[in-house]
Every structure is written in structure tokens, then in C-alpha cells.
């Protein structure tokens, strides 16, 4: 199977491929999209081949409209709506109870809750209204690798194993939505995002941040959470603030390989770079370095044979929570140190 790409003005081509049954990847203000019609048993269980993803990680249902939701929600609790009127369309992802029977257990995953989406990308919203059903969208990027902001990463990935991709060209925040639990009375964030908890308090009040680690055998909350995540295939280290740029040049000089070097252009150019050093520039604060982490790692993996990557840490608060979030599992943990180093 060719994939075809969609521009724009294709929007009619890439609703009735959906409408089809095939999937479809789609542009959001976060990530891109691996779509289907989320009614379409068959599709959605296609996604889960396409993109090599356990089978017991529940999908995000994309919607266009409160009354879709209605269609496949038990209920929508007060607090709920009130997040979907204060962050809807955008990055905030809610997970309700859902109604029986209404979906199959391949888009939940076997839970009996569904999370739901409002994408702020007017394409997506015109897609879904065209295909006239609700799409399932996890990220559109083989299971492990980190997540697609450009139709390139997507077809670098998905090339011959879906019909299509929707170009919106690179998407805008660059870090998976806020996804919220609103299932039960207490609020819980599952991820972070750029949709953050003081945001969200603004509107429904203090609620609990998750700490919740999962053993093998229990059931996660938010299934995802348990599995590898955002791993380019050298590994990654975080330079935590604070730590002398120099001593990190200095230890790369020292290597006999390539080693990548992510972190904003300001500390890029206040550098002497040795030639085996690659640059990739984070752009300017943490808003920049969101939308550009994901596509930093995979230019590393794909263009470029660096054997280590060292990227720039962000104080974890608002929007750098979710970006430390990111990173942390992309290094798996590690940190650039001085001690292990020298
Ligand atoms: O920004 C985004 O959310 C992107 C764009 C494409 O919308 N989508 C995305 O989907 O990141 P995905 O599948 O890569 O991540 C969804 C996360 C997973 O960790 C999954 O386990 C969790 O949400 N999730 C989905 N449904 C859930 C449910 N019913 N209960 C708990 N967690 C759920
Ligand atoms: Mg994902």
C-alpha cells in the first residue's frame, strides 16, 4: 500500500478513506494522529497493528463536539463540562465513564471509562465532521519511538501500513495533551501537558497530582504509563540546570564517536563546538523546546550516527512539567554527571 499524502484541500479524499475503514493519520495541535473510525471494529484494531501497540492500552476518542461525547459518555459530570467549556478545543484530554455496550472493548482497552479529545486543529475537526464519526487517535508513531509533529515523522514510520496522511505541516505545542481522569470524584492528572494543574484548578478547584506506580500484574490507571516511551536508539542524557555547558563539551570532545547536543540557541552559540559534536537547537524557553523535542530526538536517530544525546532540562513547572515528563523517559532516567563522566 502507497501512502498518500493529503493536503489541505483533500480533506474529502482522507473522510471517505475513514469512512472506509482505513486508517488515516491526522494533525493535532500537540502530535499527529494514527486515525480511524472509532465505531469500526476492524479499523481500530488495525491501529493497534500499524502501530505495534499492546493491546491493552486503551485509545483516545477524537471528537468535534460536546454532543458526540454525549453519544458514548455515561454521563458528563458538572466539573467535566466546565473543563470542556473552559479548555475545549485544545490540549486537554477527559476520561469519563462510558456508556456499555456503545463501543468496542478494542478502543478502551477492556476499561469502562474512554477518554475524550476536542483537538484545537480545524482540519481534524473538518475531517471528523466530514467522516461523520468519532476518529480513535493514539500518536501516530511506531510504539516506543517518540511521538510525530510533522507528516515526515509520521510517514517515516507508517510509510505502506496506512492509506494516508493529513499535512498540516509541524504541529504547534510538540508534547502529547493533558489527560484527565473526571471518572470518579477525584480528579486525577494521568499526564501532563500543556494544559497544566494550576489551569485547571482555576476551574474546578485543587485536585490531586499522580503518583501512582504501577506493579506488572495490576492494572494501570492510565494503561500507557507502564510501557517505554519516547526512546531514540542512543541514549539520551539529561543536563540538568545548573551544570557547566563547558564541562559537557569537554566530555564530548573527549569521546571517540559522535555525540548529539540539544539545548537552546543562545547556549548552542556560547559554545566551542569539537567536531564531534551535532547540534540541534531547542529555539528560545521552554514553549520552543516543547514543540521541538520529539523532532531533536528522531533527526538524531534518523540522520545522524551520535552514539549519545545530551539535552537541556527545563524547570518542571507548567508547561515544562510535561516537556521533563517527555524527557525524563526518553533518557530513561539519566542524567549528564560529572562523577560517572570524567
Ligand atoms: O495529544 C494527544 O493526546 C495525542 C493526539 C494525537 O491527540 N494522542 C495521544 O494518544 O497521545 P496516545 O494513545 O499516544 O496516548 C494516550 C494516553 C495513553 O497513555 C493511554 O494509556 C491513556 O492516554 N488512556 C487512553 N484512554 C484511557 C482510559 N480510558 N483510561 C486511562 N488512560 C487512558
Ligand atoms: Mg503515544
Redesign the pocket.
Known amino acids: 500500500m502507497d501512502t498518500k499524502i493529503y493536503q489541505l484541500n483533500q480533506i474529502d479524499e482522507a473522510a471517505a478513506a475513514i469512512k472506509r475503514g482505513e486508517l488515516v493519520s491526522f494533525p ?1 495541535e ?4 494514527l486515525g480511524a473510525d472509532a465505531t469500526n471494529e476492524t479499523a481500530v484494531k488495525n491501529v493497534y497493528l500499524a502501530k505495534g501497540r499492546p493491546s491493552d ?4 476518542v ?1 471528537v468535534n463536539s460536546v454532543s458526540m461525547v454525549e453519544k458514548y459518555a455515561a454521563e458528563i459530570p458538572d466539573n467535566a463540562r466546565k473543563l470542556m467549556k473552559a479548555f475545549w478545543p485544545g ?1 486537554l ?1 477527559i ?1 469519563l465513564n462510558i456508556k456499555p455496550g456503545v463501543l468496542s472493548k478494542t478502543v ?1 482497552g477492556g ?1 469502562s ?3 475524550f ?1 476536542f ?1 484545537d486543529c480545524q482540519p481534524t475537526l473538518d475531517l471528523i465532521a466530514k467522516a461523520g464519526v468519532p476518529m480513535v ?4 508513531n511506531t510504539s516506543g519511538k517518540p ?1 510525530p509533529t510533522t507528516a515526515q515523522h509520521v510517514y517515516h514510520d507508517l510509510n505502506g501500513k496506512i492509506a494516508g496522511i493529513l499535512d498540516n505541516g509541524p504541529s504547534r505545542v510538540g508534547v ?2 493533558t ?1 484527565i ?1 473526571m471518572s470518579t470524584d477525584t480528579p486525577v492528572i ?2 501532563p ?1 500543556a494544559v497544566t494543574k494550576h489551569d485547571i484548578e482555576g476551574v474546578i478547584g485543587s485536585i490531586d497530582l499522580n503518583h501512582h506506580k504501577v506493579g506488572k500484574n495490576e492494572t494501570p ?5 507502564k510501557y517505554k516511551h519516547y526512546a531514540p536508539s542512543s541514549q539520551v542524557y539529561i543536563v540538568d540546570e545548573g551544570t557547566d555547558w563547558k564541562q559537557v563539551v569537554k566530555w564530548i570532545e573527549a569521546q571517540p564517536f559522535d555525540v548529539g547536543i540539544m539545548a537552546e540557541t543562545k547556549i548552542l552559540q556560547s559554545l566551542s563546538m569539537p567536531t564531534n559534536a551535532v547540534q540541534f537547537s531547542l529555539g528560545d524557553g521552554v514553549a520552543d523546546a516543547s514543540a521541538r523535542l520529539f523532532d531533536g530526538l528522531r533527526e538524531f536517530d534518523d540522520e545522524h550516527n551520535v552514539k549519545a544525546i545530551m539535552s537541556q532540562a527545563f524547570p518542571a513547572v507548567d508547561l515544562g512539567g510535561a516537556y521533563m515528563n517527555r524527557l525524563n523517559k526518553s533518557a530513561g532516567g539519566m542524567h549528564f554527571s560529572l562523577d560517572q563522566k570524567n
Not at 500537540?30 to 494522529?33: E, I
Not at 487517535?137 to 501516530?140: I, V
Not at 490507571?221 to 504509563?225: L, R
Request: aromatic residues 2%; glycine residues 10%.
Open positions: 493535532t500537540t502530535v499527529y494522529g492500552n486503551p485509545l483516545i477524537h490540549s484530554t476520561i478502551t476499561l471509562t474512554v477518554a479529545r483537538p487517535g493514539p500518536s501516530a511521538s502529547e495533551s489527560v481522569d494521568l499526564r501537558g490507571k492510565a494503561p500507557g504509563m
